[in-house]
DNA sequence: CCATCCATGTAATTCGTTACATGATTAT
DNA sequence: ATAATCATGTAACGAATTACATGGATGG
């Protein structure tokens, strides 16, 4: 689950509490993906368990509960290990969003070699919605029907072209290092 | 959750079988959405218990065992009701393209507010977006890390022009009825 | 003093995925 | 024959959402 590798590399940016963990997902990549702060802390705790990350019960502040965790090696190991394999299951398009936040913290792992081959499935993606809309939207004439479900597509098509286009920016920011 | 009225609009346009209904969810909506057979009858299921469809055993075709769905007067009246409501919960965006296609079905609803006010909530993301990239991106030199974590902001960016470019291309169909 | 933020959790329910299981029909 | 397709389900597990619950610190 690539909420792990969101998580560790926010901690690797600064040793953190799950409230702060909470809010700084929400700012970063807040923009596709929001995480509960149950969710968090079930996988602070899980992580911890594993051995990848460390808490420390910080009792400076009074009585207030406060527990702050940071990186282990073998947290780092395994977020170097997930940013250079490519991804095979779940969405790999949010997924690389992640990792081009992990490649931010630690350094280039490859990654371009990753966005290249899902630009070439992308566009295979997107060719395939082009020949349906020539088979099936082509006509001048459509009835009122045909135009909603047309719709449809071209909301697959405009997101893929987007994503295209985005890809493209990208990939030379990943090269020029 | 508006899988039930997917299925809907589907029976709605042929009654069919679970099978027959997995098949046509990928091809009508799968450029976003899959979703399995096991999901598909549980929810069958539920809209035969709550009254909305109705089953009938065929036994036409020899032993094999083959039920018909089709949609019974308080299921249309649920889907009416559905595409008439603003969507408050789940995702706004998807959940649109399940009305436009049951718009497509059973006639005007006065979408096109719907999708105007989301429109308007997009712009506001957009614009949010936007100020965010001047303040923390505009700056000509920037890092590696920065613009790596630029070019996850830019993704958000794009997508919302993308959809508010598809917005744009759907409100005439709409509104031309 | 009261609201808001900081901070951490448990419990119940629902949803989605994967695996398992069966059997008839049709095309090669 | 046998593979592919049609057709319908159950069971187990994991993930996400929602609700519930607590309590200290800070600012007005």
Redesign the interface.
Same mark, same amino acid.
């Given at each position: 689950m690539s909420i792990q590798h969101a998580l560790l590399t926010s901690l690797l940016e600064k040793p953190s509490t799950g409230y702060d963990l909470a809010r700084r997902f929400d700012k970063?990549?807040g923009?596709?993906w929001h995480a509960s702060h149950q969710q968090i802390y079930r996988e602070l705790g899980r992580m911890a368990e594993a051995g990848w990350i460390e808490a420390t019960d910080d009792n400076e502040a009074g009585k207030r509960r406060r527990r702050l965790y940071r990186v282990l090696p073998p947290g780092a190991a395994e977020l170097a290990r997930w940013v250079s394999t490519p991804e095979t299951d779940g969405d790999p398009a949010r997924s690389l %969003?992640i990792k %081009? !936040?992990a #490649? &931010?913290?630690i350094g280039p792992h490859g990654l371009e070699r990753e966005l290249g081959q899902l630009m070439v499935e992308h566009r295979a993606r997107l060719d395939t919605?082009r020949e349906i809309e020539q088979r099936d939207f082509a006509d001048g004439a459509l009835s009122? &029907?045909?135009? %909603?479900?047309h @719709? +449809?597509? !071209? @909301? *697959?098509i405009? @997101?893929e #072209? *987007? /994503?295209l @286009? /985005?890809a493209g #920016? +990208?990939l030379p920011?990943l090269r020029d !290092?």
């Open positions: 970063s990549i923009y596709f %969003l %081009l !936040r #490649e &931010a913290v919605y009122t &029907a045909q135009k %909603l479900q @719709a +449809v597509l !071209r @909301a *697959g405009v @997101a #072209e *987007g /994503w @286009a /985005w #920016e +990208v920011v !290092r």
